[in-house]
């Protein structure tokens, strides 16, 4: 677990996380699911593919999100969710 805000948050399916490191850094992303402690598949804006990455280059957020939909609606929803940040 770790502090976001001063809110406690973990590594979850449909936590919502920016990219510290790698190629997508800076962008949101949301867990689509937890591979072990250290490795989880996430699904990042602008992205159409999962990607797996190191739990230690995502920041979690304390935002969630449902990710039962399909990828495509939930890459609209972070890409909004992105934009609205930004603003």
């Known amino acids: ?3 976001a805000g001063g809110v406690m948050v973990s590594i979850e399916n449909g936590r919502v996380c ?3 490191a790698g190629r997508d ?3 949101i992303c949301v867990i689509t699911s937890v591979v072990d402690e250290n490795f989880a598949k996430v699904l990042c ?3 159409k593919a999962k990607r797996k990455v190191n739990v230690r ?3 979690p957020l ?3 999100m449902d990710v039962k939909g399909s ?3 939930t890459v609209k929803a ?3 969710m992105e934009a609205e940040m930004k603003a």
């Open 18 to 20: 920016v990219k510290i």
């Open 62 to 64: 304390p935002q969630k």
């Open 1 to 3: 677990m770790t502090f």
């Open 45 to 47: 804006a602008g992205r």
């Open 78 to 80: 972070l890409a909004a």
């Open 57 to 59: 280059h995502i920041e």
């Open 71 to 73: 990828d495509e609606e």
């Open 25 to 27: 850094a800076g962008r």
